[in-house]
């Protein structure tokens, strides 16, 4: 798909800053501008380098000063907000159009002269290349000039004092760190100023600092006869050699239908998620593998997240290879049968605060075992999965353990360990400690799947896991049964958190293995869908409860306390629609309900981050994206229904011997 935008997406500066570009590197950079050329954020970046992958980011060049002349008279193309009294460098007047697909292009025509700028990351690399044509139909001169906004600092951080950039030749030093570039305009050495305050909106609504600095040491100039047509081009990286203007796009434009041929699917918006997928997978040079980032522009690479996107981002994209390298990783790194919620970097130990990650890698492991037929990779991961269900059953850390009723027990004290994990300065907004629903879901589906795994890589009969599945069956059901409400409670803990209605419970339904009756699953599809669906995603709490907060916004507080407490999440999306395709029986019916229900994507990948899903939208009223704007299970969970939909074998000619479908 490709996303066009025109004057009517800027008719307010504010409007203007709403949408946004996002370009990974595979390496864990990036690049993301508005739609207007703008920093609407402080992570906002046109080269946002990645010096150790994933984690150690840079921001290099945080946007471009561009400007034409014509006539004595001097227009800007890119936008800019300042703080205080400072105007606005306001470029909206001569901007025509922007659009993105492969890299975000935008349009001007200013007196007789038509400029079109392209911007390109190049995949594997921090490098960044800028193209600009210039078509002259007016009567004079025209000249085009270009100043990067440099900062060499970690991202997220802002300049330091007195911080100095030095111009030597084609290169730029500052705080240790160089920066290459080359190009066939005329290079301007400029006296070193400070640029800004800038005014970071987007910011501001997520309780941000709101101000950010950039310093200017040098500008590009082209410049175009009357009457006639040239390109500047500049390429910026941290590494030598540096690919020419072209060859950066090429590979772009390579990689991304590669990504799109690879995944296969037949619908415009899931060859759109497919690209969006692979922005998310990076190379980790801790561990020597691959890795998926939770989401753009905050987040790194967590276990919980990455368990979860992997089905989508990884396997439903027929990205394999990347999926066993991912697993591999988590082999190596689980301890007391605990996968890393956050893994190590230097000197740190990995954190393993996280009940579902270890869990969850077993339901993958079946899942790519499903798709691949990879019988060897199964039988070097089934020593770990086992030790996982041996640690579950007798006690690990964070209070994880396996009560006498079979199921699942996790967090005390201040540990959070499911994804509802907020704890802020001491507050638990969404305590659920005890039994939480989707954890002994995962239980349950994990236990089934050691039942059919022992016996196929003749490890046993799985007789042990199926006597511990029927208990924990038997008792899930009695103990989460609602009658009342006609849903599953989210968590046995004999406080008033059991009887709230959240979204937790879908993935009771949407799993492999059924823990509930066929009339007890659609009742609970029917109830998610009466009370916390929205076309965006699922609502964490029924709007009906006194906790429910219906805005998301604010500082650190007032937004963790509105994170899980009816805040609207995409990810868990998926599951409703994989739950409510399940209880209809993948019918026609059901498919050509769902698909109806999925345009609403289409709008939502235009909105935000084009072509990108977000991580949360409010709880009241989900108009507009928040958070990450471009979040990793949120792109994932969609691409396993559209893979649901599509209903594709594997590739390669594998069967599935274990189809979810056949439980």
């Given at each position: 798909m490709k996303f066009i935008y025109g004057k009517q997406d800027w008719t307010t500066f504010e409007r203007g800053e709403e949408a946004c570009f996002l370009m990974a590197n595979g390496l864990g950079g990036f690049c993301s501008l508005t739609a207007i050329g703008s920093c609407a954020r402080n992570e906002h970046g046109l080269l946002m380098a990645c010096e150790h992958a994933p984690n150690r980011r840079v921001q290099m060049i945080q946007g471009l000063e561009d400007t034409l002349t014509l006539g004595g008279q001097t227009f800007p193309l890119s936008s800019q907000d300042f703080e205080g009294d400072i105007p606005r460098v306001d470029g909206r007047e001569g901007q025509a159009g922007f659009t993105f697909r492969d890299y975000p292009q935008w349009s001007y025509f200013i007196q007789g002269v038509e400029v079109v700028k392209t911007l390109a990351l190049v995949p594997g690399e921090n490098t960044a290349a800028i193209r600009y044509e210039l078509h002259n139909r007016s009567r004079a001169a025209a000249l085009l000039r270009i100043t990067p906004g440099l900062r060499f600092v970690p991202k997220g951080e802002a300049m330091e004092p007195g911080q100095r950039f030095t111009l030597e030749g084609n290169r730029i030093r500052s705080n240790g760190r160089t920066l290459y570039f080359h190009t066939n305009g005329t290079v301007r050495p400029l006296p070193q100023a400070l640029r800004g305050p800038f005014h970071f909106a987007q910011d501001v609504m997520d309780g941000k600092p709101a101000a950010g600095w950039a310093a200017v040491n040098h500008c590009i100039e082209l410049s175009v006869p009357a009457g006639e047509s040239h390109t500047l081009e500049a390429?910026?990286?941290?590494?030598?050699?540096?690919?020419?203007?072209?060859?950066?796009?090429?590979?772009?434009?390579?990689?991304?239908?590669?990504?799109?041929?690879?995944?296969?699917?037949?619908?415009?918006?899931?060859?759109?998620?497919?690209?969006?997928?692979?922005?998310?997978?990076?190379?980790?040079?801790?561990?020597?593998?691959?890795?998926?980032?939770?989401?753009?522009?905050?987040?790194?690479?967590?276990?919980?997240?990455?368990?979860?996107?992997l089905g989508g981002c990884c396997l439903a994209t027929r990205r394999y290879g990347e999926a066993r390298s991912i697993l591999e990783t988590f082999l190596v790194h689980c301890r007391r049968g605990l996968m890393p919620n956050l893994f190590p970097e230097g000197k740190d130990a990995p954190r393993y605060n996280t009940a579902d990650a270890s869990l969850l890698f077993i339901l993958s492991v079946y899942d790519y075992l499903c798709r691949t037929g990879d019988r060897a990779f199964a039988e070097c991961a089934y020593d770990t999965m086992a030790d996982i269900v041996d640690w579950y059953e007798k006690g690990t850390d964070f209070s994880i353990h396996m009560e006498e009723d079979g199921l699942i027990s996790a967090g005390s004290g201040l540990d959070q360990v499911t994804w509802m994990d907020v704890n802020v300065d001491g507050i638990l907004p969404t305590p659920r400690h005890g039994k939480p629903v989707e954890i002994n879901a995962y239980w349950y589906n994990a236990l089934r799947v050691m039942e059919r795994l022992q016996p196929l890589l003749g490890k046993g009969d799985g007789s042990r896991y199926a006597g511990m599945a029927a208990r924990a069956r038997q008792n899930f059901r009695e103990k989460f049964w609602n009658r009342s409400a006609g849903c599953l409670r989210d968590v046995i803990s004999g406080t008033k958190a059991d009887e709230q209605i959240r979204c937790n419970q879908i993935w009771a339904v949407s799993l492999p293995f059924p823990l509930l009756p066929p009339e007890q699953e659609k009742k609970v599809v029917d109830t998610v869908f009466e009370k916390l669906y929205t076309p965006y995603g699922l609502r964490t709490l029924d709007p009906a409860d006194p906790e429910f907060q219906p805005f998301y916004g604010g500082d650190r507080l007032k937004r963790d306390l509105a994170y899980h407490q009816g805040t609207v999440w995409a990810f868990p999306l998926g599951g409703y629609y994989l739950a409510y395709l399940k209880v209809n029986g993948y019918s026609q019916r059901a498919k050509d309900t769902v698909r109806r229900q999925l345009e609403a994507v289409r709008s939502a990948l235009r909105e935000g981050c084009a072509g990108q899903l977000p991580e949360i939208y409010d709880g009241g009223n989900p108009i507009t994206s928040k958070g990450c704007f471009a979040q990793a299970w949120s792109v994932g969970e969609l691409l396993r229904v559209y893979d649901a939909l599509e209903d594709r074998p594997p590739s390669g000619g594998h069967e599935r011997p274990l189809s979810p479908k056949a439980q």
């Open positions: 390429v910026y990286g941290t590494a030598l050699p540096l690919p020419g203007a072209a060859e950066a796009f090429s590979q772009l434009e390579e990689r991304n239908r590669a990504l799109e041929d690879q995944a296969g699917f037949a619908d415009g918006a899931a060859r759109t998620l497919s690209r969006a997928a692979g922005q998310f997978l990076s190379r980790r040079e801790s561990t020597g593998g691959q890795t998926i980032l939770a989401g753009f522009p905050f987040f790194e690479d967590w276990g919980r997240d990455t368990m979860i996107a």
